[in-house]
């Protein structure tokens, strides 16, 4: 019996979408062209953590992780059939790791891993100015209307 024939996937690549938010403001938002196990979430997780100590300092707050989340997908898997996984540490993004393997074993094409970070302040300063004397934060709505037109039928 001849042995099975295994892919080789190191020369393929995939698209990274990368976003860290702390509360509404992205703190990192970019996106990678990357071979099978290039990405190095523990240096990607210092430096996300360095940035955000940083700019926490300088604001005068601290900061808390709140979620982290891969979504995989690729040409030709509906939305409802991409991957989803919880991404809280290294051990998180070896299991996304594993979706990619499999989607370009299976010959999957285009693959996109978009990877969120969210994290929220936290222990915000006082302001000496209370909140009367702040003008009102305006609210927008957008309502966004889907026109489809299609041919009519008479039946007789």
Known sequence: MA???VKDISNETYTLHKSVMLGDTA???D???????EFDFRQF????IRKLHDMSEKAGHSFEYVSGTATISAKG???CDSIVITVEDNFGWKKVEKGIERYMLSNKKEIIVKLSIMYTKTGEPDSDSSEDDKPPKKKVIALVLLLISGSKKSYR
């Open 3 to 5: 042995p099975e024939y």
């Open 27 to 29: 703190i990192v938002s």
């Open 31 to 37: 996106t990678d062209f990357l071979k099978y196990e």
């Open 45 to 48: 997780e210092t430096h996300n």
């Open 77 to 79: 898997v509906r939305v």
